[in-house]
């Protein structure tokens, strides 16, 4: 057993030492700042739910998942760390695997845009369950928000699956009132100011009985003046989600008010000139 | 043979012999992690299938397939670390063989992004055999959902082959009940009121009749003044799939009783000035 | 020469003994590796024979182009190595060539695209010759899949060659029984009941003579309320490429069938009214 | 205890002595660049607030980020700079983590998108609250602009929540008088010049009555000979957000004036000719 | 000049006898590899001509383009390797010039993109001159097929330069007959059977005369029930580039044979309705 | 203070030595570089100014931004070679950041684009303050050309900030004569020559008492043969931005000999046959 | 001054004379690279002067270009390797340089994908001053080809400038003869024969008189069966840019032609069928 003779031994030992106590300072390191991380993401989450009047289960999700991606970003540290201790260059060997890291990267991108995304979606309270909302092309009311997907039920029934970072641009229609806006034609042989005046007397009558009203309806004028009629806008502000009822009873008030009034919603007409 | 003798044996006899401690280090180190991985999964999944109430058969392909991809990825960095250790760098090689590496990296980052994607469709059951979904532009009855391609019926007989990296949005039509809707013109001369109240008699009279309507039908008002009818709206919730043959009923219903009571459902209208 | 004499002869040696036997152990190594990949490459494409029910010509095709594939990544591999092992870095030299690498690899990353998408195309068979399918925009009736392009003879005689990594999404419209759908105009006058049991008449009669018919064809019933006509489905199920006879027939027999039973299929109407 | 006394204490003691002067003319360099750096930008927004006139609240939100964003900068590049002295290369660890890098990175990215164009559009004033804006397609009332997002309110009531790096260019309609443009047929049997001098006199008198129009309103002359009638056009400068109000009374004022003046509004014409 | 005595002559020495050896061997590696790979590429081009029946002008093209790319290749390598012989890293030089070495490579890289696009299309045999081809949205007649740019001459005199590297799908027009095919109306009071016999009669006699027409043509049956014809589908095949010829034969044969048998192709219909 | 005495001080010194020669170094050939591309650039522009024909103000403005540019370019490169004498890898530190750089990078790139786009816009006189451009989709008056932004008055009064990066066709309708357009339509029953004529003595006219006209008009000839009428082209060029006054002259001049040479401007026309 | 003789002399000195070697070694490369390189780009000019075709002017715009970017791209090399033979890694400074340079990289993308392209664009004469082109979108006469942008003149007297970058398919309309093309609708009652007879006199006619023809005009065919008219397509080739008087002649003769012969070119056709 030459062979075992000639190896080194104390210089081994001397590396032996240097590494147990580099494994120990990274230990004692990695639990402190486990401790001083928890403590400062809880007493951030407390000011942020005073600040911001977030309601408490949102909070909690939030906080729960800081604190996971911060233990799993600690942990890989910790992981990588030992590793170099042993000399094994670890990140280079994941850095270097170039085809596997390079494909799985790409795939893990996807779901952090989607973490991301969702965690300030949920954050700046842009999208509430049960918000009436339009993203990323679909129309509907919101059924869930999660880190990954959100749910959104169509107004026909369907259930879209939309990946958080789908959602680039917001359009939520339940923050505040809504508008409610009926055009309607006139002939161009009626009287405009006699029109408005019946239109407006509608719009009275419909404000005091309709409490879904909060502003309006008023005429607003000649909009435009068509190939057939003469336009007229009226526009209300109603409350939230009630903007087509009180767009249908508006419809309805005026056709029956220029019926009795003998004021004509004229049909698209034609000037036929016969060939001399 | 002057040249051997020149050979330092003492040297070399050193490193063979670190050389084989780190071999042991490492497959010791691998068996662990690979029970220790292993088991890990077996519980993740444990908890998952009970928290997350997904079938036998759905657990089992995601559990072998979570197991493969673990194997794989450690059998990748055990062979990369017996390279290092006898000093080839294999990671180099491999990233460093540029052009052949970023080639395949794209080609088989396709095949990874395939692979997460049918991985989440299948964890969150956005998509089931049999749904009627739209999916990357085709619409359609789901026959199979593969971790690399899903297969969609179309309707007209067509079979879709969509490599699952292509689906993003899912728009699921087979997830709750579904909306019937008939939208239908009445003459300007004919009383709304009345129109309404027929409408109503033929809802109420399908809703008792037809066992797929879960919800209504009722008359929603007058949603818009069109060119030559007034168009009233009619809405229905149904059991899925059975929107169709609701709204088919409901169509038929509404025209007979049109023609029973005389409202005229109108053909399109000009009026004819003459030249003077 | 005094130069010569100092040139260190023993460490040349050493070297050249320890290059020796890396090159060696290369050699072995390449060997060894090259017979095991070809053992497990065939015994790999026999068991995917068996379970997949792949053709025999076109499970060769596979196995010759993955030995192929598989014997230049080798080769590849083993001349880089024998480079290092000269301290020649090879693959330093080739990455580091970044203005000509960058271009190549984009180049032949298409070709690489190219063989991947084709090689699944042939292994999950989405496609085959004679199939009637719609890739990348292109309709028409495969004549070739190749590894690099497929062409696809479009029904007007144009050949379509088709880069596989263009194609994604594929609609094979071969694969299973069709649908014959026929939507044919009433008149508003025209009785809903009785023109539907004149078209189930057809229907059946159709449905006994054309032996192409599969399935129905059906009347499903109102499927829109037109502006100048009453629109009924009629829906069947035929062997694959006969829809479009069957959609023939289908309209000649209606047509006739509503001629003998006075059925109008309207044109266009329109109201005149005279301006007062 | 022979292993400790292997242990070179002296060459310890060395590097730390040399690790303790490198730490003490880090945390020194960093202290003055800091107080440095501080009162660089407090010298650079007094300046900029004189020069470019920006509003106290809005120099004091910048102020505060760009202090912000430089102490965070000094922090990250000091904790790097304390790791490099223990030998524990940290910038290398993050790199190396090339998966979760990249993925974090594209996410990152997105937030300081956000925060660069939302920094310029506060400093370049091109976006205020209460302007009305159309950016990244939407329409509508500025509600808040934030470093992350900015709030548009649409005109039917809906809350759009733009991410800033989505508005590339932005569409100001409150910088500066508005058009108001009204296009005109008039019949192509009526004389243009006396329809022109009409439209003057309509012009002139509403010119002196609002006090909205700016500027005109003027009748251009023929727009365009349309297949029924003559176009003719009539332009003014309103105050801002006045456009529509005063087109509104154009269009009402016109046709009066037109009814008065017997110039006719034409409907579209068509020549029939009748078959020999 | 004790400076010159310090100078270490020996290792010098050492050194450049190291230095002219490697230069040597780089050399004849040089040397042998060019010849082997001249004799390689002759002999593969000498099978391909063979296999795939190609013409001898375009082989010699394929030919010395890639004897050129192989010795442009090899000088590069071999102008590095000495170099790096001098320890002069310029490999590191070009790609760490990384403003200039990025723009180039960009640049190149279309440079090349298009060669090998080129390449491919020469090789593949997908575009000929004279052909008429849709590629890149342009229409026209081949006529030329460069390295870097193929021109393809428009219908209208146009010509277009299309880069190679714009080219993806080509649709090549002059691989086989085409298509002709013509879609005739007929009016709903005429009868169908009668119809499709007058134009099989056509087709018949169209068929023995034009010795263009390959296939048919044949009446199809029943293509549409339109709003106002019985649409009828005639098909037949053609010699390539003739089909445009047929189709206009076809049509004016049709029109005179339906004169002769008085069946009308009918005007656009439209029932008036008086108001009541 | 055994420690002390460890540490190699003569080790130390001539490290101290080395690098106060090297921080000498660089500050004299940071000012040598400084002075010279100070006297280079201001060599530049004076020859610039001379040959181009650039206004002094552009010029001014473009010699201090490349000044400043020159000026941060130099500073940074000092700094990190201070660091590098340090031995602190400032560059691996910024580089190696690589999460923040990367964002940081791409953040700073758009703005580095807007420059660089800027700069050219100025340099190649592209777009002038009160030019009426088209650029990235927005058309009107440009206000204002900064680096970073380009303000251009929309004619409706909207200002548009149009950073310049989105700027890459710019379509200045400010460069010359613009051209004037009129499409006239005749009757069937109309003489072509007759038409010609009296449209020729218009333009003759008007080109005589209009001085915005520049060239012509004059008449092209029979453009189209419409649905109901015979196209006939007149075409002029103008003075810039007068355009448009000319053609609403020519069009009321046209209309007015038309009406006294009763030439017919035709309405659409129709056919209509009575179904037998 | 112990320090100062602690200071190696002898190596610094010995490292001098290499460092002053190495300089002079490399001076003299640069020079005999420059005069080589010059040399060759002056004979490859000659060549391709003579080879093929190109004129004086341009050959000296290429040849100047060329030589400007040799040296520049001399000069970097030249003061990159002086640097690295006093260790200091200037590459690694720009490349580390990451923030900057990535930014910058982009930047001078742009530049050099506009020169490159501008380079091939005056190579293979694409592109003529005076040439009618359609590129990047916009139509107009060319006016200036520079190494940065093009500058196109659009009919309509707009100046595009089109950096070259955004120009990949060119579509020249000044490169040979174009077509002139006129569709023409006879009536269905009209005798196809004649109408083909008259059409083919005029053009005949037309053929002799008009110089601007370069082959036909000749009467294809019956082209398409429209809902009123039979449409009979007129083809003929003409000098370049004459294609739209021809067409205009075309026209002119063809309406005189049937007008004379009685041939009708029908008004939109429509059947009235009467209600019941």
Not at 14 to 27: D, E, P, S, V
Not at 70 to 78: K, M
Not at 110 to 124: K, Y
Request: hydrophobic fraction near 45%; proline fraction near 1%.
């Amino acid at each position: 057993m030459d062979f075992i003779e000639n190896i080194e031994w104390s210089v081994l030992m001397t590396n032996a030492g240097i590494i147990i106590l580099k494994l120990l300072g990274i230990i004692i390191a990695f639990l402190i700042v486990k401790a001083i991380g928890n403590k400062v993401i809880r007493k951030m989450f407390n000011r942020l739910q005073e600040r911001e009047n977030i309601s408490n289960g949102r909070a909690l999700t939030l906080h729960s998942l800081t604190l996971n991606i911060f233990s799993y970003v600690l942990i890989f540290i910790f992981i990588v760390m030992i590793f170099q201790v042993f000399n094994y260059n670890v990140s280079a060997l994941i850095a270097g695997a170039g085809v596997v890291g390079l494909a799985i990267g790409f795939g893990a991108q996807g779901l952090v845009s989607d973490v991301v995304t969702g965690f300030f979606l949920l954050l700046e309270k842009q999208i509430d369950v049960e918000d009436y909302v339009t993203v990323a092309g679909f129309d509907g009311i919101v059924e869930q928000v999660g880190l990954r997907t959100t749910q959104i039920r169509g107004f026909d029934g369907t259930l879209h699956y939309v990946p958080n970072r789908e959602i680039t641009n917001v359009s939520n229609h339940s923050r505040g009132n809504m508008r409610a806006l009926v055009d309607i034609g006139i002939s161009y042989d009626d009287d405009i100011d006699k029109a408005i005046s019946v239109l407006q007397d509608v719009c009275d009558k419909l404000s005091t009985e309709d409490e879904n009203i909060v502003e309006g309806p008023n005429v607003l004028g000649v909009q435009a003046l068509g190939s057939s009629d003469v336009v007229i806008r009226v526009l209300a502000k109603t409350k939230n989600m009630e903007q087509w009822a009180v767009e249908r009873n508006l419809r309805k008030a005026i056709k029956e008010a220029f019926d009795a009034n003998e004021i004509e919603i004229p049909y698209p007409h034609q000037v036929n000139v016969e060939k001399k």
